[in-house]
């Protein structure tokens, strides 16, 4: 694809469309709010935030919460973060 006034392509690959995200929709998991849940034995957790696009760790109580909780932030940004 040219743009018009230059003489270059533009690779799909370097700028996809801009909807382009959707294709990979996020797992309910990712869509979730943070529950630290209602216990106190606290656990280093991360969790995915997605007005940010990214993860971030927080103190999980140890039981309850929900799915939006991940052991490493390795793992939580391989099934929830976005590369648009």
């Known amino acids: 694809q040219k743009l018009k006034g230059f003489d270059m392509a533009i690779s799909p690959e370097v700028f996809p469309r801009p909807n382009s995200f ?49 052991n490493t932030q390795e793992e939580c940004e391989a099934l929830c973060v976005r590369h648009i």
Not at 36 to 46: A, F, I, Q
């Open 22 to 70: 959707l294709m990979f929709p996020l797992t309910d998991a990712c869509l979730m709010k943070q529950d630290v849940g209602p216990c106190s034995d606290y656990v280093l957790s991360w969790q995915y935030d997605i007005q940010q696009n990214e993860c971030i760790h927080f103190w999980f109580g140890g039981c309850g919460g929900n799915k939006n909780r991940f």
